[in-house]
């Protein structure tokens, strides 16, 4: 199993950008996939998730209203819309998936890193002010 993100890069404030999460080794279809981020000297945090198949999204406070995530099954892939971005933003930014036994529903996803267990290698995202 192996999750690419990509699509990273310097940006304005209040620019945008897309970042992409490509899956292989496993059906992307059938399982929730979250987003996570990393700024220097801090913790790893959740930015959002959406569930399996055509199911529910859901966001940090932080993004929301601001990020959207979605996801084209047909070729493995989960996006991350980021519009009107923030000097706050920057970070780099994961994407990540579970066992998938801990896909019990179509209709959630998680906010825990603890129950992801795959992860990409990162995009760097650089919001400028």
């Known amino acids: 199993v192996q999750l690419q993100a990509s699509g990273g890069g310097l940006v304005q404030s209040g620019g945008s950008l897309r970042l992409s999460c490509e899956a292989s080794g496993f059906l992307l279809e059938y399982s929730f996939i979250g987003w996570f981020r990393q700024a220097p000297g801090k913790e790893r945090e959740w930015v959002s998730c959406?569930?399996?198949?055509?199911?529910?999204?859901e966001y940090a406070d932080s993004v929301a209203g601001r990020f959207a995530i979605s996801r084209d099954n047909a070729k493995d892939t989960v996006f991350l819309q980021m519009n009107s971005l923030k000097p706050e933003d920057t970070a780099v930014y994961y994407c990540?998936?579970?066992?998938?036994?801990?896909?019990?529903?179509?209709?959630?996803?998680?906010?825990?890193?603890?129950?992801?267990?795959?992860w990409g290698q990162g995009t760097q995202v650089t919001v400028s002010s």
């Open positions: 990540a998936a579970p066992y998938s036994w801990r896909v019990v529903s179509d209709f959630s996803c998680s906010s825990l890193k603890d129950e992801y267990d795959y």
């Open positions: 959406i569930s399996s198949g055509d199911g529910p999204t």
